[in-house]
């Protein structure tokens, strides 16, 4: 998924996590997040900087907004999946009815009248 200049330079910057980082660099961070836990010092880094600069708390926001939307859609896919994959039930009203009708033609007509 990310180039292996990239992940480097992510390695990097999590050895650099206790200094103070960047809005590009919280917002990585933030992104991070979503993929992996954070370690006791990138969090405390992350919760201070989003105190102090509303447009990185602001994106943390959408982020987790973003994430739990996602969440809630594939919960109710993989519900309804469950759903359809269930046996239909056919009210026993129903069944008797569409029984008495087969039965009826069947006397009616002969069973060799029937495809």
Do not use: W
Request: with cysteine; aromatic share 4%; charged share 45%.
């Amino acid at each position: 998924m990310f180039s292996r200049r990239k992940e480097k330079r992510m390695t990097d910057n999590r050895k650099e996590r206790t200094s103070p980082m960047s809005c590009r660099d919280i917002s990585a961070l933030v992104s991070e997040s979503l993929d992996r836990p954070l370690s006791l010092s990138e969090r405390l880094v992350l919760r201070t900087h989003l105190l102090f600069c509303r447009a990185c708390n602001e994106y943390s926001r959408q982020i987790r907004l973003i994430e739990d939307f996602f969440r809630r859609t594939r919960t109710e896919t993989d519900s309804l999946k469950e759903r359809d994959h269930e046996e239909p039930v056919l009210p026993e009203e129903s069944r008797r009815r569409i029984t008495r009708r087969i039965e009826d033609e069947i006397r009616d007509h002969g069973p060799e009248s029937h495809p």
